[in-house]
């Protein structure tokens, strides 16, 4: 090997160390976790439930329903309820939120076989020293909805 592809490997490698620390963390995210649910489909009555930690400071939180779903999904879209409740002090709220998991060309997005979907769902003013408590369910027309996978919560902290 030449010192000329040396020098260039070793600068690759330099590059590659500096860059991958700052791009693998998301500062922001103060929880980020997903429910598994059964292979056999979501059922309506089935709530999902998540429990965030303690909120190390006072801040705008941005909260988001993450949702991972195969080709068996029959639809374009789902609406999931998403009922939250932080304490101390009691701070508790509901949203219906649509995802959609099509493009305008009728396309699943961001996978393969597997698609992963990440849908806002507002953002709210929370304390430091609240945790919080999620139920999850969706509210489809449909009993048992197929192919979904997986649904979670993320919060992030916007300011």
């Not at 195969?70 to 939250?84: A, G, L, S």
């Not at 698609?115 to 609240?130: A, F």
Request: glycine share 6%.
């Amino acid at each position: 090997m030449t010192v000329l592809k040396k020098l260039i490997r070793r600068m690759v490698h330099a590059a590659g160390l500096f860059v991958l620390p700052l791009s693998g963390c998301d500062t922001d995210t103060v929880f980020h976790q997903y429910c598994h649910v059964a292979p056999d489909g979501w059922e309506r009555n089935d709530t999902l439930r998540l429990y965030t930690d303690t909120l190390r400071q006072d801040g705008t939180y941005q909260l988001s329903v993450g949702l991972r779903c195969n080709d068996d999904y029959p639809y374009k879209n789902i609406w999931i309820v998403i009922e939250n409740q932080f304490a101390p002090p009691r701070l508790a709220w509901r949203d219906t939120v649509e995802c959609q998991l099509v493009d305008s060309l009728n396309r699943m997005q961001r996978g393969i076989r597997v698609y992963q979907y990440d849908t806002p769902s507002g953002c709210r003013q929370l304390k430091k020293g609240q945790a919080g408590r999620f139920r999850v369910w969706h509210c489809m027309r449909q009993e048992n909805l197929p192919g979904i996978m997986d649904v979670g919560i993320r919060i992030r902290r916007v300011h």
